[in-house]
């Protein structure tokens, strides 16, 4: 993400003199000011060391504002600028502060951004940009706002409407002659390109990057940063000789550029060179880099026959896998706890509008009525949306169990112990798997209609052709990742006969099942389920699956 760029210093300067009613802050605030664009970490210590209560409210907006700027450019966690951006957000004002506001709500969207909640970030940006539309002078930000928009959105796996942000960014860049933010532009419109595997237009546009970036004035950053993204490219894409070709073409070498070194002689089949290089980033401050080079420094030795040296390597890397997940559970506690503190923010905001909703004078009994059902219906979307949720978390974890123990059982020395634990915990994600898609059913319309026909008793209501249409609709849907599994493991069986097993496996007995089907007696229904089993029995990989549509309790 590009940072707030100098050119806009000398006006939040004037800014910061003109609303300062303090003397002894305003020489403070421009000192960090200045020292954000040479000394970041300076600039940070001095904002930190402040004394915010003293200040009026304009000057904590302002200092709010420099802090955020001073924490995002030292890789701080932005998080815990939060508070302080949400107090500059209530006292700015969106016509005699709009700048500064825009500024305010462009750092909330890169928090919510590092707190992974993608729709929040986007509904910041989008505030941000509708505040500076059609200002001329604020192209810069503007364009920071379209790449930040851009960044979301590639990462939500919408490359389309990345691209449509970064593109903005360029004409806003272009018209304004600025090679650095056009460096910045066509880079990310290369790498969103090779993302949607486009690779010829990604080279070009990351070509066309290079070019401009040498008019730039920090030319051999940016060079080595495209020359980076092309190297991984040419890697990806398998042409491994050009990949090398790049990354000896940058010149500030770093333990990640010895990594990737590393990893293209290797798949050169250099096992001497690409070791050479895994020993040059096996001391590397970042973890996720030492990972990747014990890993395949052991996998070199156990090529070369070196069994005790590959131990030692296979014993670091385990060391520094347990680290790394520690690591991610402290990041996860400090996401939960802002996350909780925003909830009592939002909880106290709701509870002062209750109050003022129960001094209001009352309303009219239809809109009441109309309330409850909207109300209603709004809650059963939510705890649908939910339950969805749910299911695809349950299945993430479910895939990402599967292939940890698969990691397990091919290692040469075998932990049973940690198998045994992780089919434990696949055991109990299938079982909760298994209860959340049963709940999603019960609220399906196509349940209702068979609750009900079930509850009748004229034996000739069945199911119409729309009602099986939203029937088969509802039943992919709820039990896709059983359908995928059951697929997968016997091909064979027909598009009516998975959805036999998904009703059998929630539990509808013969009878019900006939219902769904058109059918007003269950000897179809047997037959069909006679083809199945010997189906299954012939062809199924997967014992457990059989087991699950057809247990006791659906016989």
């Not at 590639?154 to 389309?160: C, D, F, T, V």
């Not at 010829?200 to 920090?218: V, W």
């Not at 996720?288 to 070196?306: D, P, T, W």
């Not at 007696?521 to 699950?548: F, L, Q, V």
Request: charge should be positive; charged fraction near 25%; aromatic fraction near 10%.
């Amino acid at each position: 993400m590009r940072y707030l760029s100098a050119g806009k210093g000398f006006l939040l300067i004037l800014l910061l003199f003109a609303c300062t009613h303090k003397r002894e802050t305003e020489p403070v605030l421009s000192e960090a000011k200045e020292l954000l664009e040479s000394r970041p970490d300076s600039a940070w210590v001095v904002l930190n060391g402040m004394n915010v209560e003293a200040m009026d409210a304009y000057n904590r907006a302002c200092h709010a504002l420099l802090l955020a700027e001073a924490t995002d450019r030292n890789e701080l966690p932005l998080v815990d600028c939060d508070s302080l951006l949400n107090q500059a957000l209530e006292y700015l004002d969106d016509k005699r502060d709009k700048h500064l506001k825009a500024e305010a709500l462009l750092y909330k969207g890169r928090i919510c951004l590092k707190m992974n909640e993608c729709p929040h970030a986007v509904q910041y940006y989008l505030k941000a940009q509708n505040l500076l539309e059609g200002e001329a002078a604020e192209w810069q930000t503007l364009s920071i706002i379209y790449d930040d928009l851009g960044q979301v959105y590639a990462k939500e796996n919408l490359p389309k409407k990345a691209l449509e942000m970064f593109w903005k960014g360029y004409h806003l860049d272009r018209s304004a002659a600025d090679y650095r933010g056009l460096t910045l532009s066509l880079r990310n419109i290369g790498r969103t390109y090779f993302s949607m595997q486009y690779p010829d237009s990604a080279f070009f546009y990351l070509q066309k990057a290079f070019d401009y970036a040498g008019q730039t004035t920090d030319s051999i950053h940016f060079r080595d940063l495209i020359c980076n993204d092309l190297a991984k490219c040419y890697y990806k894409t398998g042409e491994y000789a050009s990949s090398l070709r790049f990354l000896n073409s940058i010149v500030k070498t770093s333990d990640k550029i010895h990594l990737y070194k590393g990893l293209v002689w290797y798949k050169l089949g250099q096992t001497d060179s690409a070791a050479y290089y895994f020993h040059q980033s096996a001391g590397a401050n970042d973890v996720h880099i030492r990972i990747k080079s014990a890993y395949y420094l052991n996998q070199i030795e156990k090529e070369c026959g070196n069994d005790e040296k590959a131990y030692a390597y296979s014993k670091k890397y385990d060391t520094l896998m347990d680290s790394i997940q520690e690591r991610t559970r402290a990041m996860e506690l400090q996401l939960v706890y802002h996350k909780r503190h925003k909830q009592a923010d939002t909880t106290q905001e709701t509870n002062d509008t209750t109050l003022k909703i129960i001094l209001c004078i009352p309303i009219a009994w239809l809109i009441m009525t109309a309330a409850y059902f909207f109300t209603r219906d709004k809650k059963r979307s939510i705890k649908q949306k939910i339950q969805e949720r749910k299911l695809l978390n349950f299945q993430r974890q479910t895939e990402e169990s599967k292939r940890l123990i698969s990691e397990l059982e091919n290692r040469h020395i075998v932990n049973e112990k940690e198998i045994i634990k992780r089919k434990n915990e696949l055991d109990l994600l299938y079982g909760y798997l298994n209860d959340l898609q049963c709940k999603m059913f019960r609220n399906t319309i196509s349940y209702k209609r068979i609750t009900s026909l079930l509850k009748q008793n004229a034996s000739s209501k069945v199911m119409t052709i729309d009602d099986r249409r939203v029937l088969y609709n509802e039943v992919k849907t709820v039990f896709a990742g059983f359908i995928s599994k059951l697929s997968a493991s016997c091909p064979v069986l027909t598009e009516d006969e998975i959805i036999h097993c998904c009703l059998s496996q929630f539990g509808f007995d013969s009878k019900a099942i006939s219902l769904c089907f058109g059918y007003t007696n269950t000897d179809s229904t047997r037959n069909r389920k006679s083809r199945i089993k010997k189906k299954m029995i012939n062809e199924c990989t997967c014992e457990n699956i059989y087991h699950s549509v057809f247990s006791d309790k659906n016989q």
